[in-house]
């Protein structure tokens, strides 16, 4: 309710917990970091109990034409994680560079950045160089 026309909203927990509001489809996502490069990623869809069945039936293709097994957006976003933690981690990329603006939009590169700031100010310890002796963040 009270949403735009094509309109998307993400909602981020910090610091493993995001919101997806698309179309009339609702997803949270959770991350579980298990060891380096092994995470367990979980995906929920969510509708109302109270829709009748077409309305049900309508809010599930949705979903899963963006979200679900064969659906169009976590296979490309699983590849590129997996891409740039397999360069990050062979030492063949030495910086990742975050740098996609769009007006804070959902899909702007903001939302990183400020995840790592708030990281970094947790952890006592800067997101680039978490195991370095200065415990200055980059937000000081």
């Not at 309710?1 to 179309?23: A, C, Q, T």
């Not at 809010?59 to 296979?75: E, K």
Request: aromatic share 8%; glycine share 8%; no cysteine.
């Amino acid at each position: 309710p009270g949403m735009k026309k094509n309109e998307m909203r993400v909602i981020n927990l910090f610091p493993d917990v995001m919101i997806n509001i698309r179309s009339n489809v609702v997803r949270i996502d959770r991350m579980v970091p298990l060891t380096p490069g092994r995470t367990i990623v979980e995906w929920r869809g969510l509708g109302q109990t109270t829709n009748d069945a077409d309305l049900v039936a309508e809010q599930l293709r949705h979903h899963n034409m963006y979200w679900g097994p064969a659906g169009r957006n976590l296979g490309e976003d699983t590849i590129a994680v997996e891409e740039q933690w397999a360069a990050l981690n062979s030492g063949i990329m030495r910086y990742s560079i975050i740098a996609r603006e769009e007006e804070l939009n959902p899909t702007d590169d903001a939302n990183v950045r400020a995840y790592y700031q708030e990281w970094g100010k947790r952890m006592g310890s800067p997101a680039n160089a978490p195991f370095s002796d200065s415990k200055k963040t980059a937000a000081e």
